[in-house]
DNA sequence: TTGCTGGTCAGTTCGACTAG
DNA sequence: CTAGTCGAACTGACCAGCAA
């Protein structure tokens, strides 16, 4: 079988639909190898990466316009929601609405060419929503303390889900100017339960493993090139040299320059 | 369990300085 | 002149304690 491969990385959220057969999806770090029936949602700027798993498959994808993602939900929802694909509990009514709801579009899809483009793109916009909210809808109610559904290990994982899509922005973003609220905007969460939070799954603060992260690129920037430590201190994501050369003694115990000469 | 508040101190910036 | 260090001042991340 040749394999088909699709995905990549893009500047808007996105709905993918497996209607028939096998795939695996690789979002985030994460694998997920799914029989249809099975639904992902994609958010923005996350790379992501389909391969067939069957001779027969069928799926399709819709990017969504800035109406449909401010519904959309937060990447720590979309990684539980995400994980639940292709073990769908479908004697749940709002999964089988979800699930329902995106067969739908899908023949929407198909009879495209039936409808001038606008009512096309309202009945889809429509159909989107639906789908969106019922998501939400579900998560909500699994995420709820009062639920009898909570269990302990799908609370333990929803912790995980938030910690990791932190680790993962601050593992992409650490060039940029990471600071708590770019984090808290990430999961939604009140700025001093989500440094709690990481702790209590990563026994370190957010920053501390931001500065990890850090501190391994520069170090391997000081071995492997020629590079001065002001270039250094700035393709590592420090903002100011004089910040890096004192975190970096204080770690190291020695300054960048004479780290460098050393090794 | 989750969120808020206020105090503390580490993180960060800036300007001055030294060495080569 | 450039690269790097140091010290002072400011900022905001973090923690502890409390309330809902």
Redesign the pocket.
Known sequence: MQEFEAGGIHPYHELLYIQTGKVQLTWLHQTYEVSAPALFILSANTPHRMVQKSVQYAYYYLELESAEESLFPAIAEARIWNALQGNLEMTSAVVRLIIDSAELLGSLIKQKQAFPVKAFETIASHDINKIIILIKHLLQTM?N?NSQQMLADE?HSFKQAIIETLMRYMETFYLE?V???TLVDQVH?????L???F?EVHDM????YL?TLRMNAAVSYLQESKL???EISSLSG??????F??????KYG?????WREKN
Not at 205 to 208: D, I, K, L, S
């Open positions: 995420v303390p609370k100017d600071t708590l609220k969460l009140n700025p001093s339960y440094i709690r939070l702790r603060t957010p920053f501390q500065n001065t430590i002001q420090y903002g100011s040299i004089h910040y050369s004192r975190l970096f003694k204080k020695i300054s960048p320059s004479l």
